[in-house]
């Protein structure tokens, strides 16, 4: 039930039906739980002693169709995966140079190539937002902010989608090992990028590098912190986007209200995080045996923190399946606790930029009715793999 594509494309009524019945859910013949209601979520993000994030294993999916675990010994767990102190220092060494400031001052690059990317569905009148805008530009964006050298768009694209296929819990054990096989490549790639770089520059490469000199960081987190910071710095704002984009041509009315009330469009995109969670869900793993909402949780159990039905869960919001602009932002769409995504101001800022500039000089975004949308099939991300729309030019 949980793998099937019908519920993988449409998970809220299954999520409003755990939230009454079970929201912490023993997906049975595993040990794997689902947590979805906002006040479970909330406890089990603050109780970082009995849940923690090393990811010890992946979720994939039998031939039968049915979810397992596969353990993966041995990984170095940064940032996201990583527990204090190591996250704390991983963080210290990522996070100046992704404060809501420095975002600021990239501004104008990011309208420049939104205006870019823009520019060719207009012309062309239709196409694919996902190929034309969403895909590109984030996966642009990040790499410069990281400070890569001579990167190819497209493979570092497939780099980011195959991080994320790894952890989707729809892959079988071949496509697991074809993705882990790229990421090596890219890895590789990754390490040479940090072996040519400056210590001296105001980037992530560059700040990641001085912390390798001073110690603070070991070479191999540092190549697993580039790497993290690549796939999740494309993979949040593509779907973001997309999923934008999405409602708006669904909703004529929301079009209008946006173009006449410009500075609305940050109250919309904090709606579109909380209805579509660009991650559905991030991995915990209980350290010892322990109990969440009344459910005996044994050491070793992957735990799957749905931060996609919390957001949806009517004990925390008023009306929790509409869009609501003036509603106070307490969406857990990047997290909850110590591990807040560092990223967050940057896809809020592009997200508002490409929204501000596609309203700005449409006059009319539509779904294409001879080309239905597709999501891609994760039970962790909420991308679409295509979005043909039509646009009107001003």
């Given at each position: 039930?949980?793998?099937?594509?019908?519920?993988?494309?449409?998970?809220?009524?299954?999520?409003?039906?755990?939230?009454?019945t079970?929201?912490?859910?023993?997906?049975?013949?595993?040990?794997?739980?689902?947590?979805?209601?906002?006040?479970?979520?909330?406890?089990?993000?603050?109780?970082?002693?009995?849940?923690?994030?090393?990811?010890?294993?992946?979720?994939?999916?039998?031939?039968?169709g049915?979810?397992?675990?596969?353990?993966?010994?041995?990984?170095?767990?940064?940032?996201?995966?990583?527990?204090?102190?190591?996250?704390?220092?991983?963080?210290?060494?990522?996070?100046?140079?992704?404060?809501?400031?420095?975002?600021?001052?990239?501004?104008?690059?990011?309208?420049?190539?939104?205006?870019?990317?823009i520019?060719?569905?207009?012309?062309?009148?239709?196409?694919?937002?996902?190929?034309?805008?969403?895909?590109?530009?984030?996966?642009?964006?990040?790499?410069?902010?990281?400070?890569f050298?001579?990167?190819?768009?497209?493979?570092?694209?497939?780099?980011?989608?195959?991080?994320?296929?790894?952890?989707?819990?729809?892959?079988?054990?071949?496509?697991?090992?074809?993705?882990?096989?790229?990421?090596?490549?890219?890895?590789?790639?990754?390490?040479?990028?940090?072996?040519?770089?400056?210590?001296?520059?105001?980037?992530?490469?560059?700040?990641?590098?001085?912390?390798?000199?001073?110690?603070?960081?070991?070479?191999?987190?540092a190549?697993?912190?580039?790497?993290?910071?690549?796939?999740?710095?494309?993979?949040?704002?593509?779907?973001?986007?997309?999923?934008?984009?999405?409602?708006?041509?669904?909703?004529?009315?929301?079009?209008?209200?946006?173009?006449?009330?410009?500075?609305?469009?940050?109250?919309?995109?904090?709606?579109?995080?909380?209805?579509?969670?660009?991650?559905?869900?991030?991995?915990?793993?209980?350290?010892?045996?322990?109990?969440?909402?009344?459910?005996?949780?044994?050491?070793?159990?992957t735990?799957?923190?749905?931060?996609?039905?919390?957001?949806?869960?009517?004990?925390?919001?008023?009306?929790?399946?509409?869009?609501?602009?003036?509603?106070?932002?307490?969406?857990?769409?990047?997290?909850?606790?110590?591990?807040?995504?560092?990223?967050?101001?940057?896809a809020?800022?592009?997200?508002?930029?490409?929204?501000?500039?596609?309203?700005?000089?449409?006059?009319?975004?539509?779904l294409?009715?001879?080309?239905?949308?597709?999501?891609?099939?994760?039970?962790?991300?909420?991308?679409?793999?295509?979005?043909?729309i039509?646009?009107t030019?001003?």
């Amino acid at each position: 039930m949980l793998l099937n594509r019908e519920v993988l494309d449409h998970p809220y009524p299954l999520y409003a039906h755990l939230r009454r019945t079970a929201p912490v859910w023993h997906v049975p013949g595993t040990g794997i739980f689902m947590v979805t209601s906002y006040a479970l979520l909330e406890e089990a993000a603050g109780r970082v002693e009995d849940f923690s994030s090393h990811m010890r294993s992946v979720v994939y999916q039998r031939r039968d169709g049915t979810p397992a675990r596969l353990t993966r010994g041995g990984l170095l767990q940064v940032l996201a995966t990583a527990d204090p102190p190591a996250h704390t220092a991983h963080r210290r060494a990522v996070f100046p140079d992704l404060v809501a400031r420095r975002m600021a001052a990239m501004a104008p690059e990011i309208e420049q190539l939104a205006d870019q990317c823009i520019d060719r569905l207009l012309q062309a009148g239709s196409g694919d937002f996902m190929a034309s805008v969403a895909n590109p530009l984030p996966i642009a964006i990040v790499n410069k902010l990281i400070g890569f050298k001579g990167g190819d768009i497209r493979k570092m694209l497939q780099a980011a989608f195959d991080s994320s296929a790894v952890v989707g819990g729809t892959s079988t054990l071949l496509q697991l090992a074809i993705c882990l096989l790229r990421s090596f490549v890219t890895h590789r790639w990754i390490a040479a990028q940090l072996r040519a770089a400056s210590a001296v520059g105001d980037n992530i490469l560059a700040s990641v590098s001085r912390s390798v000199e001073s110690g603070a960081l070991r070479e191999s987190e540092a190549r697993a912190i580039l790497h993290i910071m690549l796939a999740a710095g494309g993979e949040s704002t593509t779907s973001l986007l997309g999923n934008a984009v999405r409602i708006l041509a669904d909703d004529q009315a929301l079009q209008r209200q946006l173009r006449a009330q410009p500075e609305l469009i940050p109250n919309f995109m904090e709606e579109v995080l909380r209805l579509e969670s660009p991650f559905r869900h991030h991995l915990r793993v209980a350290t010892r045996d322990t109990v969440l909402g009344g459910v005996a949780i044994p050491a070793g159990a992957t735990v799957l923190m749905f931060w996609s039905a919390g957001n949806r869960d009517s004990a925390a919001f008023e009306n929790p399946d509409e869009i609501d602009l003036a509603r106070t932002r307490r969406h857990m769409s990047f997290g909850k606790g110590i591990h807040m995504c560092v990223g967050a101001p940057l896809a809020r800022l592009e997200g508002q930029i490409v929204l501000r500039r596609l309203l700005a000089r449409t006059a009319c975004i539509a779904l294409d009715p001879s080309r239905a949308p597709r999501w891609v099939p994760s039970l962790q991300v909420r991308r679409h793999e295509r979005l043909p729309i039509t646009v009107t030019a001003i």
